[in-house]
T-cell receptor, first 111, second 113 residues
Framework: KQEVTQIPAALSVPEGENLVLNCSFTDSAIYNLQWFRQDPGKGLTSLLL???SQREQTSGRLNASLDKSSGRSTLYIAASQPGDSATYLC??????????WGAGTKLIIKP | DTAVSQTPKYLVTQMGNDKSIKCEQNLGHDTMYWYKQDSKKFLKIMFS???????INETVPNRFSPKSPDKAHLNLHINSLELGDSAVYFC????????????FGSGTRLTVV
């Protein structure tokens, strides 16, 4: 069964710290993996999309890596800011018809 | 702006009523989706249409009926609303084949009272 797990479920760190969010998946035959953020009461914003042939993608202070062989992706956030507080979701596309979601990591950055 | 837009943003209605949520995308994507996010924040796929054809139909009560008049629109009609239907409903779009990711609308918060 294809499953996506995100650890930790919640994380609270002081402003300015670098941090890593984890996403693991059970089946390595993926098309791509997408990281989203969701602010309370808001929609989902796409952060980074990594294709199965790629190892990492970067956007500003965000860097996402992909290791298919170990079934893992990490989202690295550098120099965290209070505005980074949100729930971060990982979604793995296995085929044209299957997008499997993690349960999310709720991140709180303390000023 | 290129986006997925859904209306209304908020919907409060009484049990037993029938309501619709509309979704439109101008991204040129060929596939659209409806997701339900419950109180525990878990996202569950409900339906997906590719070029107006239903391709995903998860175990959803038949009170929920999607309609896709064209590939840029996917509406969700709900009959005989129940308390348990209260949730946030998200519309999304993507290209079925290819490397693109998903783009989501901002959600419709449905409250059934």
């Amino acid at each position: 069964k294809q499953e996506v797990t995100q650890i930790p479920a919640a994380l609270s760190v002081p402003e300015g710290e670098n941090l890593v969010l984890n996403c693991s998946f059970t089946d390595s035959a993926i098309y791509n993996l997408q990281w989203f953020r969701q602010d309370p009461g808001k929609g989902l914003t796409s952060l980074l999309l990594i294709q199965s042939s790629q190892r990492e993608q970067t956007s500003g202070r965000l860097n996402a890596s992909l290791d298919k062989s170990s079934g893992r992706s990490t989202l690295y956030i550098a120099a965290s800011q209070p505005g980074d507080s949100a729930t971060y979701l990982c979604a793995v596309k296995y085929s044209n018809y299957q997008l499997i979601w993690g349960a999310g990591t709720k991140l709180i950055i303390k000023p | 702006d290129t986006a997925v837009s859904q209306t209304p943003k908020y919907l409060v209605t009484q049990m037993g009523n029938d309501k619709s949520i509309k979704c439109e995308q101008n991204l040129g994507h060929d596939t659209m989706y409806w997701y339900k996010q419950d109180s525990k924040k878990f996202l569950k796929i409900m339906f997906s249409y590719n070029n107006k054809e239903l391709i995903i139909n998860e175990t959803v009560p038949n009170r929920f009926s999607p309609k896709s008049p064209d590939k840029a629109h996917l509406n969700l009609h709900i009959n005989s609303l129940e308390l348990g239907d209260s949730a946030v409903y998200f519309c999304a779009s993507s290209q079925l084949q290819g490397a693109d990711g998903y783009t989501f609308g901002s959600g419709t918060r449905l409250t059934v009272v």
